[in-house]
């Protein structure tokens, strides 16, 4: 079994979910008392969210690099960042390691293709949901990636970072989700990736009839995979 190197934290609450996932996978897969190989290195995730807050992605990088070299120097076979976000920091990441990222959108990419789909909608923070390095990645894949407008990316980025991440499911919140999912249905959207790890804390596949996609489970399961996979 390969060590899966997490980078987590971002946020805690989130991490806690991959470990579970991670073990769980595990169990099933080998049964008994097997559990999962992992070394986790957890941030502070106030730096972080401050460096995002004011553009300042480079040195939100350069301290997951330095995290991430702790986990291979560790023992770490390969990556899993624990966070879709700060994905965007993986073309740095990568420079400053020698052990294989497993990417969290490609696995997303993946089990959307496999299931039939060719459109998507994608929630997540305005940073996920606007800029290129994630939505890139899944067109790269052949997928027409739908976002919601502007104010409503303010919105589902509030809910994220003032109540999520503090572990707070207020039944509003919810509501403007699935209205949010509904609308990005409406232009055409066929499924929905649920592009932040906290976003199934709210929203889960019983309160839609519209396929999600939840990211952190399907990363999880990719990383099981990876992880008992035999080498060539």
Not at 8 to 17: D, I, Y
Not at 198 to 204: D, F, M
């Amino acid at each position: 079994m390969k060590t899966i190197g997490l980078l987590g934290g971002m946020s805690w609450h989130s991490t806690e979910l991959y470990y579970r996932l991670l073990n769980e996978g595990v169990q099933q897969r080998l049964g008994g008392l097997h559990s999962a190989r992992i070394l986790l290195a957890s941030v502070d995730f106030a730096e972080i969210a401050e460096l995002q807050a004011t553009d300042q992605w480079e040195q939100a990088g350069y301290l997951l690099a330095g995290q991430a070299q702790k986990l291979e120097l560790a023992g770490a076979d390969f990556l899993l960042i624990g966070t879709n976000t700060m994905h965007i920091s993986v073309p740095q990441i990568e420079r400053e390691i020698n052990i294989p990222i497993l990417h969290i959108a490609d696995a997303t990419a993946d089990a959307i293709i496999k299931a039939g789909y060719h459109s998507t909608g994608l929630l997540g923070t305005k940073f996920t949901m606007q800029m290129d390095y994630y939505k890139q990645r899944l067109i790269d894949r052949g997928l027409k990636v739908l976002v919601p407008d502007d104010p409503s990316c303010i919105r589902i980025n509030d809910v994220i970072f003032d109540e999520l991440c503090y572990g707070e499911i207020k039944p509003a919140s919810k509501q403007d989700y699935l209205n949010f999912i509904q609308q990005l249905v409406d232009k055409g959207a066929e499924c929905i990736i649920a592009g932040c790890t906290e976003i199934t804390l709210l929203v889960q596949q019983a309160d839609t009839e519209v396929r999600l996609f939840d990211t952190t489970a399907i990363h999880a399961q990719a990383a099981v995979y990876y992880a008992l996979a035999e080498d060539d």
